[in-house]
């Protein structure tokens, strides 16, 4: 599965875009460089029943913002991503898709 297939589902199984969810995480202090992934996956699952994969991919965005490594895009690989960047703002407006 690709990083932002991970966004996608997501954003299907919680209602919110990844913006949204990583907004609540800054205005809960979430992505404070001291804070343990660990601590947003909690909230994640008990808030919105994410599973610690689903879960990670988000702390990666709340932690680093939406750039990911370039190892990846354009690969034939099962993590292949079109882009560095992922879309934030909902599947249906993702110019990639």
Not at 38 to 48: E, M, P, R, S, T
Request: glycine share 12%; charged share 25%; aromatic share 6%.
């Amino acid at each position: 599965m690709s990083f932002q297939a991970y966004l996608d589902k997501i954003e299907e199984k919680t209602g919110l875009t990844p913006r949204v969810l990583v907004e609540q995480a800054k205005g809960k202090g979430y992505d404070a460089k001291d804070v343990k992934a660990g601590v947003i996956c909690d909230w994640l699952k008990a808030d919105y029943d994410l599973g610690r994969g689903h879960a990670m991919a988000l702390v990666h965005v709340i932690k680093n913002g939406p750039g990911i490594s370039a190892k990846h895009v354009g690969s034939k690989g099962t993590h292949s991503d079109p882009s560095d960047t992922l879309w934030l703002d909902g599947k249906a407006t993702n110019p990639l898709q």
